[in-house]
């Protein structure tokens, strides 16, 4: 490591540096060893587990068959002994049928015709079942209606991000995860950065006071445009708009929402705080289909002088980027796994394993995918509730607040937004016509925003 100023990762680290799989212990275990920086700051460094401990068998259900949900029950699979998934629910019966090829194909998972739910109200079905888990992948606007669902139920919940695409729906989200945390439920949410041992070692580093207070940030997911379906012959509006849910903003809230909330979460939870007002612009250019934008430039205030830069962006053929980084007054941080003193030089590093011919690597030891469903079964079975779904609402309420600030070209506040009535979408979910006005947002005039 060069630079005078760089101080070796092992003694920075010292005692409370080992971030390995104790299998003994429990997620909310922590080494009893603490480091303490400059300002006389303890923070104690966090265990994880490799795989869940074993106990009774817990049998989950997936609610939206899609990639996502597809591999979020890959994922729950992966995350310890006697697990099973035994029911499927999608609105589309050929979604649900590929999902159901794929388990049995690769995870030798039979699901029972009688545990296949289709339709609009299918989700209900696999509820009442006799399911201990349900996973929740569909599009989120459904999500709100969805975990209200479960935990009327009783039902224990791993929950995609986003939360929800309007306000009315984060109200939804926080309260359910309220009545959650009074029975004990867990819920542990898609935001799986929270989860990957880097990401939790280097904010702990952050807590500890490496870069001292922080001034600034920013945050940026740039990529190609994902994925779009043209319309088929013979499908109504809804299900046109349903299949083609990545476009439609009713859907999933817009880019801004559906993939920046990782890293707008990121600086969320580094500053421990929700910023208080938005400020931003954006435009569409390329898109194909659906109502969305192209790109996004938001400023985020979160008060005392901070800012953070959130930028997000769909269009082929430009440089793509994905990350976050946070300012301090005694260095800076790309958040992931490096710490930075003033001058560029490096002050730590997150140490990843090495391969299996004692090579470093690059990624850390469980697929941060599978250590949240570690996490969340941990928690089940050790009966020490974890609850992630307020702190996704609130990640995916600033985001809410980014987009609608860029929409309407006006400065918006959190107080404000958190009250708003707006609620996306149509009234109510049938195959066919679908009565709602579908435009792209023009900032500065009667059909910005929603």
Same mark, same amino acid.
């Given at each position: 490591? !060069? ?119 299918? +989700? ?76 939790? /070692? ?92 192209? +790109? +996004? ?32 007054? !005694? ?19 997150? /140490? ?31 009966? !020490? ?66």
């Amino acid at each position: 490591m !060069e630079g005078s100023k760089s101080v070796s990762r092992r003694k920075f680290l010292g005692a409370a540096g080992a971030i390995g799989a104790v299998g003994s212990l429990s997620i909310g275990s922590v080494l009893t060893s603490c480091s303490a920086d400059k300002k006389g700051k303890n923070v104690a460094a966090i265990d994880k587990l490799d795989q869940a401990p074993d106990g009774k068998l817990l049998k989950a259900g997936l609610v939206g068959c899609g990639n996502r949900g597809t591999g979020a029950a890959f994922n729950f699979l992966d995350a310890g002994p006697n697990l099973q998934i035994v029911a499927l629910a999608d609105v589309f019966d050929d979604q649900l049928q590929m999902c159901r090829q794929k388990l049995k194909n690769q995870k030798q998972v039979d699901i029972s015709d009688n545990r296949c739910y289709t339709g609009f109200d299918g +989700f209900k079905k696999l509820i009442e079942s006799d399911v201990d888990i349900v996973l929740l992948a569909t599009p989120p606007h459904f999500r709100p209606e969805h975990l209200e669902a479960c935990v009327q139920a009783k039902k224990h919940v791993f929950m995609e991000k986003p939360a929800a695409v309007d306000p009315v729906g984060i109200r939804s989200i926080i309260g359910s995860a309220k009545k959650a945390e009074a029975i004990g439920l867990c819920i542990v949410a898609g935001t799986q950065r929270r989860h990957e041992r880097n990401y939790l /070692e280097t904010r702990r580093q952050v807590q500890m006071g490496a870069i001292g207070n922080p001034i600034a940030a920013n945050a940026y997911w740039l990529q190609n445009h994902v994925w779009y379906k043209s319309r088929q012959e013979g499908w109504s509006d809804m299900e046109y708009m349903v299949r083609n849910w990545n476009n439609f903003r009713w859907l999933c809230g817009d880019h801004f929402l559906d993939t920046h909330v990782h890293n707008i979460d990121i600086i969320n939870w580094f500053t421990g705080k929700q910023p208080i007002s938005a400020l931003g612009g954006g435009a569409r250019h390329r898109r194909l289909t659906g109502d969305q934008w192209d +790109f +996004f430039s938001v400023d985020f205030y979160y008060g005392e002088g901070l800012h953070s830069h959130s930028m997000s962006r769909q269009i082929d053929n430009c440089a793509n980027a994905t990350a976050e980084h946070l300012i301090g007054t !005694e260095g800076y941080t790309n958040c992931k796994d490096t710490i930075y003193n003033p001058d560029g030089s490096i002050m730590w590093q997150y /140490e990843y394993p090495e391969d299996a011919n004692g090579n470093p690597t690059t990624t850390v030891s469980v697929s941060p995918y599978v250590q949240e469903h570690i996490d969340l079964i941990t928690a089940i079975r050790n009966h !020490e509730p974890i609850n992630e779904a307020e702190q996704l609402a609130l990640s995916t309420m600033t985001a809410i607040m980014g987009r609608e600030a860029a929409y309407t070209g006006q400065l918006l506040n959190w107080d404000a937004m958190m009250k708003s009535n707006m609620r996306m979408g149509p009234k109510e979910y049938v195959m066919g016509p679908v009565d709602m006005e579908i435009k792209t947002p023009v900032p500065g005039t009667a059909h910005g925003g929603n």
